[in-house]
């Protein structure tokens, strides 16, 4: 059965870091485009960032280009999103996806979702 797991939320200053992972099992990574989501209270999930299979990567909101940075390790079948320079903007439920091959801007295009883990940037 093909499962994604989230991890690595919490609550962090203004300024801090944090790296989440989205560890799957049930199906192999290195077939599949992983993305992450966020979606903050009242507003749509948006597509943050995205990586291949070739590990090309995909950044899609420009406020989080510089500051978040997408990676793959198909040996622990997980990718991470380090996330620098937080902001309170930045706050939301972050959620790990993924399709075949490539990756897409449309969420509707992804086959598994994980659960997602709260990042809430604070002080």
């Known amino acids: 059965q093909s499962h994604i797991a989230e991890s690595g939320g919490g609550l962090v200053q203004p300024g801090g870091s944090l790296r989440l992972s989205c560890t799957v099992s049930?199906?192999?990574?290195?077939?599949?485009?992983v993305a992450w989501f966020r979606q903050a209270p009242g507003k749509e999930r948006e597509t943050v960032s995205c990586?291949?299979?070739?590990?090309?990567?995909?950044n899609y909101i420009d406020s989080t280009k510089g500051r978040f940075t997408i990676s793959r390790d198909n040996t622990k079948n997980t990718v991470y999103l380090q996330m620098n320079s937080l902001k309170p903007e930045d706050t939301a439920v972050y959620y790990c996806?993924?399709?075949?091959?490539?990756?897409?801007?449309?969420?509707?295009?992804?086959?598994?979702w994980g659960q997602g883990t709260q990042v809430t940037v604070s002080s």
């Open positions: 049930g199906f192999t990574l290195d077939e599949y485009a």
């Open positions: 990586i291949s299979i070739s590990d090309r990567i995909t």
């Open positions: 996806a993924a399709m075949k091959y490539y990756c897409s801007a449309f969420k509707y295009e992804y086959d598994y």
